[in-house]
């Protein structure tokens, strides 16, 4: 059987695939659906819910699965009573032949049950035949000529159709032969509460040592759970006996009469009904998503919508711009030359004009600084003269863990800030008037690897127009 679910929405493809009207329109449900998550087989049951608003569909399968139970279970109870009154009537004699009830209990269980294991080991495999779709047909269950009813029957008429309805049938057999036995125990247990019983056996064939023998065989079982089994003594005395059976035999038999019940038949069929309940869960119907009918609805969903507001600009880091002082100024290179003598006054509006408003002795031209020495020597100049630095880096250099160890010592150093100007020594040729600096192209991701670094130290950056 398809799950509560499954039936819904597979009940609403068959009405919809017969312009069926519902209480809610389908192609607005699913327009709505189409920018919600979810698993497609989830927003298809979430689709049919809400087609389903008034909830008359999930009512009409919910009254036919209902009914459906309501028959397996008064079936149940009602092999549970034939049991209970079969035993009850066989056991109204004091003095019981104990194989001969033994015999009337398990014998043609006992066949059932081994028929069962040798067909189902034959028609492995195999669909078994729909007698049973035929028998409990839901148009018995239910009256009704609307186009619900109707789609509701037929779809739970395909299901009884299914491969894993073998296991269905099974299991509620067993559920059948389970109500019978369980019903016997209650009575073999029941009478032997409220009555006195002897247990005899009679034989033309077979002697004493031959009974005892197929006694303790029939015992083993029931006594590795605890329960009694009669010795020697008790299966002598037990032949032709009358009502004179001593109490501690009578026991010893009625225990192995219930353990034998028990072991033998009803320990065997629930393993049977374990088995047919998992394999028809392993088989159990599931509703079929590669239908054109669902193909369409979930082709639909996965179309991309294009929103305005799903848009997420990825934030860029840039440093500030140079905040250039009209006090003394150290300019220096690190780590590499550069081509231009004065480099600090290269096509920089901000620079040249600050510099004009300062005289020769306010510049200071450091020169380059590369090793040890050279920092050493700078941050001593930086300690005793107060004055804003402007370092030119070129494009060769790499923003690595030693370039930035210098620049954050001179940033420390420098009383009066720290700006940087980025160098190239010459455009590339025939670049276009207008194009943009010289870190174009293959030195955009290093120009955008020191925007990132000055940006994370706070360090002003010389815009080169």
């Not at 005892?212 to 032709?240: C, H, K, Q, Y």
Request: glycine share 6%; hydrophobic share 45%; aromatic share 10%.
């Amino acid at each position: 059987m398809l799950s509560p679910q499954d039936q819904l929405t597979e009940l609403v493809r068959t009405l919809e695939t017969q312009q069926h009207v519902f209480t809610t329109d389908p192609l607005l449900i699913t327009e709505k659906l189409q920018g919600e998550d979810g698993k497609p087989i989830q927003k298809l049951h979430r689709r049919a819910s809400r087609i389903d608003s008034n909830g008359a569909l999930a009512q009409v399968l919910g009254k036919i699965d209902g009914r459906t139970k309501g028959i397996m279970v008064i079936m149940s109870v009602v092999w549970c009573i034939s049991g209970f009154l079969g035993l009850f009537t066989l056991l109204q004699t004091n003095v019981v032949n104990f194989f001969y009830v033994l015999v009337c209990l398990l014998g043609f269980h006992t066949i059932m049950l081994a028929g069962w294991l040798i067909m189902t080991l034959i028609n492995q495999g195999k669909q078994s035949s729909n007698w049973f779709a035929s028998f409990v047909s839901p148009s018995y269950l239910i009256r009704g000529k609307d186009d619900v009813t109707l789609a509701a029957v037929n779809l739970y008429e395909r299901q009884l159709q299914h491969s894993g309805m073998r296991w269905y049938l099974g299991r509620f057999s067993h559920q059948l032969w389970l109500a019978t036995l369980t019903g016997m125990l209650l009575a073999i247990v029941f009478l032997l509460i409220v009555r006195q019983y002897s247990f005899s056996w009679e034989s033309t064939l077979l002697a004493d040592q031959t009974l005892i023998g197929l006694t303790n065989m029939l015992g083993w079982l029931p006594s590795m759970v605890g329960f009694s089994v009669p010795d020697s003594t008790a299966v002598i005395e037990s032949r032709l006996a009358a009502d004179a059976m001593s109490l501690s035999a009578a026991r010893q038999w009625a225990g192995l009469l219930i353990g034998s019940l028990l072991m033998y038949g009803i320990v065997p069929r629930a393993l049977a009904w374990a088995f047919c309940a998992l394999m028809f869960r392993r088989q159990k119907m599931r509703l079929d998503i590669n239908l054109p009918y669902y193909q369409k609805i979930l082709s639909f969903w996965q179309r991309q919508v294009v929103d305005a507001d799903d848009f997420k600009e990825e934030v860029v880091p840039v440093a500030p711009k140079a905040d250039v002082s009209a006090g003394k100024k150290l300019v220096a290179l690190l780590e590499y030359p550069s081509t231009q003598e004065k480099w600090w006054q290269l096509d920089d509006d901000t620079i040249n004009n600050a510099m004009d408003n300062t005289t020769n002795n306010d510049v200071e031209n450091f020169g380059i600084v590369d090793g040890r020495e050279d920092m050493d020597r700078l941050t001593d100049y930086l300690n005793d003269n107060p004055v804003q630095v402007l370092l030119g880096i070129h494009s060769k250099a790499l923003p690595d863990r030693g370039t930035l160890r210098k620049l954050d010592r001179i940033a420390e150093h420098a009383k009066d800030g720290l700006i940087v100007q980025l160098l190239q020594d010459t455009k590339q040729p025939n670049s276009p008037p207008n194009s943009k600096s010289p870190y174009s192209d293959s030195l955009d991701v290093r120009y955008q690897q020191w925007q990132t670094a000055l940006s994370a130290r706070n360090i002003g950056l010389v815009t080169v127009v």
